[in-house]
């Protein structure tokens, strides 16, 4: 399998005060391809796309859409609460990624066991 990493696969990226999310359109692909890591402070977007079943006698004249494993790596803060994670995979393909941050109360009051 061809690994490409120099192929640039748009992507939006909000954030708010308590949360970050990607939005990626990935056409052509199955939810079982894609696999999602984090690996110091940094998301890793793996995927390949679907191959089109054609014909044996059928030669390909032109090929501009690219077909091999993809590696897209996104940055992250370091204040994201890994554990809360969660993406999802729309029926039109668009990955949703939700990554919550931990939320550093300005003042916390602590008990005092006896």
């Known amino acids: 399998m061809k690994q490409q990493e ?3 696969i748009p992507y939006d990226l909000y954030e708010s005060s308590h949360e970050i999310v990607i939005i990626m359109p990935l056409w052509w692909v199955k939810k079982e391809s894609i696999e999602l ?7 890793h977007i793996i995927w390949e796309r679907i191959y ?25 803060p370091p204040n994201i609460a890994y554990k809360n994670i969660h993406s999802s995979l729309s029926k039109e393909n668009i990955l949703h990624i939700i990554i919550p941050k931990n939320i550093a109360a300005e003042q916390i009051e602590v008990a005092i066991e006896e």
Do not use: A, K
């Open 6 to 8: 120099h192929i640039h």
């Open 37 to 43: 890591r984090i690996r110091n402070y940094r998301l």
């Open 52 to 76: 089109t079943t054609l014909r044996e006698d059928c030669i390909p004249v032109i090929q501009e859409c690219f077909r091999w494993s993809i590696n897209t790596i996104i940055d992250l």
